[in-house]
């Protein structure tokens, strides 16, 4: 038999379900997209893979206008020489060490185990020759030196396997998921292999590095033996660097080619002219074409570079004041609604016959109405900029232009009205009826049991 006193509980139990509010908000995240244009008609790419990035002034403002492929394994051949410098580095700040000041020796195990008969080019080093890290590091980039790379290597790490370990942990660390290393030489193997836009990411980290460049960008250098060999000046084989060579590219600043028995050529470079900066990685290109063409790779990079100085500019497409949407406010006084305007200004690359005012802007705003107070700058939605119907060229977080407080008044009345109107309340209500209800009929039960009880108790007995 229930009691009053549980009665009373279960009472207090439905007033309590009864004035229980729940909010959800939500949340979302702009996305950065990508251009994808198409090549102008005419213009051939031998290569299986390749990418086209405009650089800026960091990771976050590069802009990929090309990419064929770029996301599929290849293998890198001499291009690792990239990672090999970028990791030296990377080592160089980790412990501290002088590159100027610390020297490696050439040995004849050296030789034995990592250069004699792999076919990669030398330079020539003998035996117990000693070289700066620099010397090393430049020469085995610029000639794609197998013994200044492996003496690099000893001299680095304790031996080329430590080498190659730290350069794969190197690459996970810098989002490279589909680059792995098996020798610092560049020959093939199943376990060696990366991709056009990992490339780009070895050398956007690379370029962190102040020393970066004057390796890299060096067209000739000339070693002085700290012991052993004789002073030599050695020039980079890379044909695009060379003025006497009809592949000559005047605005590169730096390119590094790779050679694969399985796959073809590879060639890395990034080129500068008129404030503009580009990276063009190419891979897996034939020796020649169907008229006998060689240096398809150098062609490939060149066309890219140059389709990209000729027909693409920066262009300001959004203006951080402009108005883009407005979404409605409760709870605030003097307005019933705020603007949303983009977080930042959009400045991008595009085609230079792009018309701005042809450019789509798609906007999407996360909640139709908010409630005050609204900070200024809170992220409401976003805007992609679309050209060509459906090339997506960017994406920007679209804020609130005004921060509005929040009227008291109204949210107390709101917070009223909002109790009489929830579906809790009404749930409350529900309960609290049918407990009445019950008691009511447990009160008419137990009243006439108690009344038949008494009348039972002074019926005279017979």
Same mark, same amino acid.
């Given at each position: ?9 279960? =009472?207090?139990?439905a ?8 909010c959800?908000?939500?949340?979302s ?19 299986d *893979?390749?990418?086209?990035?405009n ?24 291009m690792?020489?990239?990672?090999v410098?970028?990791? *030296?580095?990377?080592r ?19 030789f034995?185990?990592y ?6 080019p ?26 200044a ?38 020959l093939?193997?199943?376990?060696q ?39 030599r000046?050695?020039?980079? =084989? ?8 009809t592949?000559?590219?005047s ?7 790779? %050679? ?15 404030g ?17 063409e ?10 890219l570079f140059?389709?990209?100085f ?17 979404v409605?406010?409760?709870l ?9 305007v ?17 450019v ?6 996360y909640?139709q ?15 992609e ?12 977080? %679209? ?13 107390a ?11 809790w ?6 309960l609290?009826l ?6 009511? =009929? ?21």
């Amino acid at each position: 038999m229930i009691t009053r006193r549980l009665f009373g509980g279960l =009472v207090a139990v439905a007033l309590l379900i009864s004035l229980a509010c729940v909010c959800a908000p939500t949340a979302s995240a702009a996305e950065d997209g990508a251009i994808g244009y198409t090549l102008p008609e005419g213009k051939v790419i031998y290569s299986d *893979t390749a990418l086209l990035v405009n650089l800026g002034s960091d990771t976050d403002r590069d802009v990929v206008l090309y990419a064929k492929a770029a996301d599929e394994v290849r293998a890198p051949g001499a291009m690792i020489r990239y990672m090999v410098v970028t990791y *030296t580095l990377h080592r160089l700040k980790e412990t501290g060490m002088d590159m100027d000041a610390v020297t490696g020796s050439y040995t004849v195990e050296m030789f034995n185990n990592y250069v004699a008969g792999t076919g990669v080019p030398t330079a020539n080093m003998q035996y117990g020759e000693t070289w700066t890290l620099r010397d090393l590091l430049t020469v085995s980039f610029i000639q794609n030196a197998s013994d200044a790379v492996t003496v690099l290597a000893h001299t680095l790490d304790g031996s080329v396997e430590k080498f190659v370990e730290g350069m794969n942990a190197l690459a996970d660390e810098i989002g490279c998921d589909y680059t792995h290393y098996a020798n610092v030489t560049g020959l093939d193997s199943l376990s060696q292999y990366t991709t056009a836009r990992d490339v780009y990411r070895i050398i956007r980290y690379g370029q962190t590095f102040s020393a970066f460049e004057s390796i890299v960008g060096c067209r000739l250098y000339t070693v002085k033996p700290l012991a052993g060999g004789t002073e030599r000046t050695l020039y980079s =084989v890379n044909s695009m660097q060379q003025s006497s060579s009809t592949f000559y590219y005047s605005p590169l600043a730096f390119s590094r080619t790779g %050679l694969s028995e399985h796959e073809g050529r590879t060639c890395a470079s990034v080129a500068r002219d008129s404030g503009y900066e580009y990276l063009v990685v190419v891979m897996s290109c034939p020796e020649t074409n169907d008229a006998g063409e060689y240096g398809l790779h150098y062609q490939d990079t060149r066309t890219l570079f140059r389709w990209a100085f000729n027909q693409f500019e920066h262009s300001t497409l959004l203006a951080k004041s402009e108005i883009l949407a407005s979404v409605k406010v409760d709870l605030s006084w003097n307005t019933d609604h705020v603007n949303l305007v983009p977080e930042r200004e959009f400045s991008t690359v595009v085609e230079n016959k792009l018309d701005p005012s042809q450019v789509i802007k798609k906007v999407t705003v996360y909640e139709q109405n908010i409630k005050a107070p609204v900070e200024k700058g809170t992220v409401l939605g976003k805007v992609e900029l679309i050209v060509n119907v459906d090339q997506k060229i960017g994406e920007v977080n %679209l804020v609130a232009a005004d921060t509005l407080n929040r009227n008291w008044l109204l949210f107390a009345f709101s917070g009223i009205s909002g109790f009489f109107t929830s579906p809790w309340f009404w749930v409350g209500i529900v309960l609290l009826l049918l407990l009445i209800g019950g008691y009511i =009929v447990l009160n008419i039960t137990y009243n006439r049991r108690r009344r038949r009880n008494r009348l039972q108790r002074i019926k005279p007995h017979r």
